[in-house]
């Protein structure tokens, strides 16, 4: 890429984030598209436009994540108070159900925007049949890497927090090391009020490993030193023992640069189901048992019916 073509990306980048934090509410955005909703965890993903906002580029889509916040035991005695108003809905002996409605301190949702949004970002969120590949390490060569390299997927958002030009003040711990260290943060999907909700993701500061098929012996000493490190700054910071933490990678993970989710084990995170999440655990005894373990394992995973990547699998004929 050209200094040029340098100064462009970079200009567009920041108009895109000034767009961002220029938000305060959400009026003239005109939803186009339900992509999901989810009863369990009281979601739905929207996308949209701002078609109102002269400042927004009315040609580009938005996806908005709207998601009930958890109850906190700090504020349910606010909750039930006389701020609560109720309407009745049913009453049957000592039974009653109501529509509660409460103070608007109390009756935040989370809400997270995307935007511009890519065509990868809708495909991600919309709903879709769920597929199980299982991948040789030849299939990872031949099909799944250049894949990836012909996407070009970016990453510069992550890059963006290890050089702390981005979300510096969220980083809770780091190790310098350009080897063995990362950093530690509240993945976006912790509102960061209830620790059984913890969910944190420690991103290496390396920048030559994609995923879980890089790994190999050499390796080992930044793995566990993410291992080690992150128990300790979560117990030390949030008070949770390493028995009731939950620490993996993902396969397929969700970007292309090496990450370990640390979750407490009272969160149903999503991915955390088989042939999605590896425990990190395991991943250092199997490359401690076989030095390039990763090398020869044949990996299942889910793939949604629209990724390009179970495409590029059924065209090899491979599904």
Avoid at 24 to 33: E, Q, R, Y
Avoid at 47 to 63: I, L, Q, R, Y
Avoid at 300 to 308: A, H, L, M, S, V
Wanted: proline content about 3%; some cysteine; glycine content about 4%.
């Amino acid at each position: 890429m050209s200094s040029d073509q340098e100064k462009i990306a970079k200009k567009r980048k920041l108009d895109e984030e000034t767009e961002q934090k220029g938000l305060k509410s959400f009026d003239g955005f005109t939803v186009t598209k339900v992509l999901n909703e989810n009863a369990s965890s009281k979601s739905i993903f929207l996308m949209g436009k701002f078609s109102k906002d002269e400042t927004v580029n009315k040609d580009k889509d938005a996806v908005v994540i709207l998601e009930k916040t958890p109850f906190s035991e700090e504020t349910v005695g606010s909750l039930l108070s006389s701020k609560m108003e109720l309407s009745l809905q049913m009453q049957n002996d000592i039974y009653g159900m109501f529509d509660g409605y409460p103070d608007k301190e109390l009756n935040g949702v989370k809400t997270t925007v995307i935007y511009p949004a890519t065509e990868r970002h809708i495909l991600k969120y919309t709903a879709q049949n769920i597929n199980l590949i299982s991948e040789t390490y030849d299939d990872y060569v031949n099909i799944t890497l250049p894949y990836l390299k012909s996407r070009q997927f970016s990453v510069q958002w992550v890059y963006n927090i290890l050089d702390k030009s981005a979300e510096a003040e969220r980083i809770v711990f780091e190790d310098e090391d350009k080897e063995k260290g990362f950093v530690l943060l509240p993945d976006m999907k912790w509102d960061q009020k209830q620790v059984e909700n913890l969910y944190l993701i420690a991103i290496c500061h390396r920048r030559d490993l994609m995923s879980l098929r890089d790994l190999n012996d050499d390796h080992l000493p930044l793995l566990k030193n993410i291992q080690q490190k992150c128990i300790k700054a979560v117990e030390e910071k949030f008070s949770v023992p390493p028995r009731q933490l939950r620490l993996y990678v993902h396969y397929q993970p969700s970007y292309y640069h090496f990450h370990v989710h640390i979750t407490h084990l009272k969160f149903d995170a999503p991915g955390t189901q088989v042939a999605k999440a590896y425990l990190l655990s395991d991943v250092i005894e199997n490359i401690e048992m076989v030095g390039n373990y990763y090398q020869k394992k044949t990996i299942t995973f889910t793939q949604r019916e629209n990724d390009g990547l179970l495409l590029k699998f059924r065209e090899a004929g491979k599904l």
